[in-house]
């Protein structure tokens, strides 16, 4: 277990992809069953913010429990690619990212 708690860029932003990558699989496939339950709607595009939750949590953990702060930025970039990539790409398009 002691190879995710090097203070390594490529560390920080593997963990952060593979992270985010999962919960962005969750969100997108098992969110709107959920959802349905609530809203007869289709959820919004904006749910899938909810994907860089994750990276958002390793990257504090990184850079205050554990002061790596290489680590940490590997994370930082992973957040901030996805957030960036949302608001180019699908934020005020008509592609829906549910299915």
Aim: net charge positive.
């Amino acid at each position: 277990m002691k190879f995710w708690k090097n203070d390594n860029f490529f560390i920080g932003f593997l963990t952060s992809v593979l992270l985010t990558g999962i919960t962005a699989l969750i969100v997108i496939y098992a969110l709107p069953a959920f959802y349905g339950l609530i809203s007869p709607e289709k959820p919004g595009n904006q749910l899938f913010l909810l994907s860089a939750i994750p990276g958002i949590i390793l990257m504090r953990w990184y850079f205050k429990k554990l002061r790596f702060e290489k680590a940490g930025m590997g994370a930082i970039v992973v957040v901030f690619v996805l957030i960036l990539l949302y608001f180019l790409l699908i934020e005020g398009n008509s592609v829906t990212l549910f299915p």
